[in-house]
């Protein structure tokens, strides 16, 4: 048990998913997982451990923003030993070929700063995915027929960012879709040796104005928890 995380030695798989919202994590564990137990509830973050096709899995909230992906990626992996952790979340497309509803596997994460920024001082460190969860995702989406964009996001430390000319240069240098967490994660995972990967549904689109509506987010959200899986157990 730790501060934010209220599960038993053991609970928790070695291979956890984190949406940022806790009731998607309930959603995800009571669809994709048999046997799905709840394992946190503090402070409303919900957990839920699990199996799919017979590998032990967790699906942990992260919250909102890199400062809460932080906290409990930090304590998922020194205090519970996850050595794969597997961002499932929604972001905002950038590229006018990035539609609504399609799939971006992040290769990296640029971001202005992240709760890591102050231990690199003057060096500007390069966050990355996992190459084999990476090769495993792209597979899997294949094997799915899901329209899916692989390359660089921007994790954004604002929701309500008023920097125009900032979001014209992530569209010039490629930058798929923005979103709040990937960059702290794959720091994370870097300095401890373990495994990251961000699986992304594009649910708006800042170019365009287009958004998904609720109504039809589970469907295309439940093809990214999926692609997930597969790579984390392949």
Not at 185 to 193: C, E, K, N
């Amino acid at each position: 048990m730790t501060i934010h995380i209220g599960a038993a030695p053991g609970d928790i798989a070695e291979t956890v998913l984190m949406p940022g919202d806790p009731y998607r994590a309930r959603w995800a564990a009571e669809t994709f997982l048999d046997d799905a137990k709840l394992v946190n509830e503090v402070r409303g973050m919900l957990g839920f451990t699990g199996t799919y096709k017979g590998n032990r899995v967790t699906i942990q909230g992260s919250g909102m923003g890199m400062p809460s992906l932080s906290i409990y990626a930090n304590e998922l992996i020194s205090q519970y030993s996850a050595q794969t952790l597997i961002r499932i979340g929604s972001c905002g497309g950038m590229q006018p070929h990035v539609s609504v509803r399609d799939v971006i596997i992040a290769m990296s994460a640029t971001t202005i700063t992240s709760p890591s920024s102050g231990i690199f001082r003057e060096v500007n460190f390069a966050p990355t995915a996992s190459y084999d969860l990476l090769a495993a995702a792209v597979a899997a989406a294949k094997t799915r027929g899901t329209t899916t964009h692989v390359g660089g996001i921007y994790s954004s430390d604002v929701f309500y960012a008023e920097r125009p000319d900032l979001d014209e240069q992530m569209v010039r240098h490629g930058i798929l879709g923005v979103e709040m967490e990937a960059a702290e994660l794959y720091t994370l995972a870097a300095r401890h040796g373990r495994r990251a990967l961000a699986i992304l549904t594009v649910s708006d689109h800042l170019q365009t104005g287009e958004a998904l509506p609720a109504e039809d987010r589970e469907q295309t959200f439940g093809d990214m928890v999926e692609i997930a899986l597969e790579a984390a157990f392949s």
